[in-house]
């Protein structure tokens, strides 16, 4: 039957609430398996289509986009992060490129706390323990780990997330450092220490949490020459971009005895992570969760959602990003 409503192909299942929305307002070709699109089955399920609501599951590289039918005139991410675009690319075919901001920053900087305390406290260790059946009583020297409280945490990338993860840490007792490529103005730090480096960022670290984006400048910033950095006993945290540290020189950091503990929620190439990081006692590892509550995802989708919404009725979109 015809519509009028926009058409929209949508390449992953949404949480029920966004769906709904959306059987409201598009002509949405859905996904109810959920299964990831080959770049050939999304190029053909966007024939005839005037939008795409992707996720950081679809790779949409220069070379898909310039495989994509005509018809298609924007595309919103389900995210935050739009690495998985080639933004410049679409801006060449005049294609605008959204994402979510704001939405997903509590939920994220809860993660990140979770991580801290998880990894600095041995917690892999500790299940691991419960779960093998090898924890036979309690000893004074057992499973030793560290406080946080006193500790410096390190701040690589202070936008909303970064502050969001400060203001927890403040009540755990915890020094807040930064290195942003701006510095914030004394409102925003609340007595957060900055750095002009990432490298002197890295050095006055025991606790270090990656909240830059992903740019050419930050891909393998976290690397064997910076870590090393870090002080002794330091602790890597991460829930921004896998391709943000160097897998190879994080695990050697690891297990050769500078680093005390790692802490992730994202990695390169997930969910095909790196196989040593499960053999490591010290590594607290999320499937990444950074975002996986039901009311971020709602708010995540009718962000989406909404900048749809305004490009379809004539208006500039919200959170339109730039290559």
């Not at 323990?129 to 701040?155: C, E, H, V």
């Not at 290195?179 to 925003?188: G, P, Q, T, V, W």
């Not at 509550?293 to 004539?314: I, Q």
Request: charged share 25%; with cysteine.
């Amino acid at each position: 039957m015809p519509t009028s409503l926009p058409r929209l192909l949508v390449t992953r299942k949404l949480p029920a609430d966004v769906e709904a929305r959306l059987a409201r307002s598009y002509d949405a070709d859905t996904n109810p398996t959920d299964a990831v699109l080959t770049a050939d089955e999304l190029v053909a399920r966007a024939e005839g289509k005037d939008a795409l609501l992707v996720t950081p599951a679809d790779r949409v590289n220069a070379a898909l986009i310039v495989r994509l039918p005509a018809s298609i005139r924007v595309i919103a991410s389900f995210s935050v992060g739009y690495d998985h675009i080639d933004v410049k690319a679409a801006d060449a075919r005049g294609i605008p490129v959204t994402n979510t901001p704001d939405v997903l920053t509590d939920a994220t900087a809860d993660i990140a706390l979770l991580l801290i305390l998880g990894a600095a406290r041995g917690a892999a260790a500790g299940m691991a323990a419960i779960r093998d059946n090898t924890w036979k009583n309690w000893a004074p020297t057992g499973m030793l780990s560290t406080d946080i409280k006193g500790k410096r945490l390190g701040i690589l990338g202070m936008g909303r997330i970064g502050q969001a993860v400060a203001h927890r840490a403040r009540a755990f007792g915890m020094t807040i450092h930064y290195h942003n490529r701006k510095r914030l103005d004394a409102a925003e730090e609340q007595g957060a220490h900055f750095h002009a480096t990432a490298d002197e960022l890295f050095a006055a670290s025991d606790v270090l949490s990656v909240h830059c984006a992903s740019t050419p400048e930050t891909r393998l910033l976290v690397n064997a020459r910076t870590l090393a950095l870090l002080p002794r006993g330091a602790i890597v945290i991460n829930t921004a971009r896998g391709d943000i540290v160097d897998d190879e020189a994080l695990i050697s950091a690891l297990q050769g005895g500078h680093l005390r503990a790692i802490g992730l929620d994202v990695y390169a190439n997930e969910p095909n992570i790196d196989p040593r990081y499960r053999t490591l006692e010290n590594a607290f590892l999320l499937p990444h969760l950074g975002s996986a509550t039901l009311e971020t995802r709602n708010a995540m989708g009718f962000r989406a959602l909404d900048n749809l919404d305004d490009f379809f009725a004539g208006r500039e979109p919200r959170d339109r990003v730039k290559g």
